[in-house]
């Protein structure tokens, strides 16, 4: 199957979900990847030393290093501005979406869960638009996407002074992907690809609090089993 991951941002596909999209990759399916923009209003900008363009470059270099060990079927990074999302039109922000979507045509897309999981409000607006455009697309009687998926963490809100990450409840949780040792691996060599994240990367503890077992909800599907790969029951 095809599936398509949307994320307002580079590293968004490798905090967590990187092991799943390895997983998916190596069980046969398509599996694409878009960022809404390429990340240049990161505060890493400063002790660089360089402008927003300039940064936009460099986080670019470092997804397609991600590309490449993923193992991606394509990835597509656009250029809209970073952390200024809620202050774009949202019906343009959709439009770009689902004109990706109507190239791509997925059987599956995947964004982030309501809570966006760190609350970035990028995060959310990503969570809003996808939804919104699924919605419209399932309404027009398209015959594609067959799924809307949202990639979450499970068990307690993570809180350790710096970093807070938000859960979903168990029983919102439909799908969890087991993912090998191969696809671990992989999923550390892509955080290593951002070169310029790596303090972050370390004082988040990411590698060690990342779970074999990832997570997602799906939207608008009533099932009262847990699913053991984002395609099944398609």
Known sequence: MKILYIFPHPDDESFGPAPAISAQLRKGNEVHLLTLT???????????????????????????????????TSM???????????????????KVIEKEIHRLKPDIII?????????????????????????????????????????????????????RLEASKEEEIKVIETCSEEDMERFRKALDCYVTYQQTIEESNVKELTSNRVPFELFDEETSKTYDTITEGL
């Open 38 to 72: 390429k990340g240049e209003a990161t505060k890493q900008r400063f002790k660089l030393g360089v402008d927003k363009n300039e940064m936009g470059e460099i986080r670019f270099k470092e997804m397609l290093c991600v590309e490449k060990v993923l193992g991606l």
């Open 76 to 94: 597509t990074v656009l250029d809209l501005p970073d952390n200024e999302l809620k202050w774009m039109n949202p019906i343009e922000l959709e």
């Open 111 to 163: 964004t982030y869960a309501v809570h966006g999981i760190s609350g970035f409000h990028d995060h959310l607006v990503s969570h809003a638009v996808v939804k919104r455009v699924y919605c419209k697309l399932k309404s027009d009687g398209n015959a594609y996407p067959k799924r809307l998926a949202f990639f979450t963490r499970s068990g307690e809100v993570f809180k350790d002074g710096k970093f």
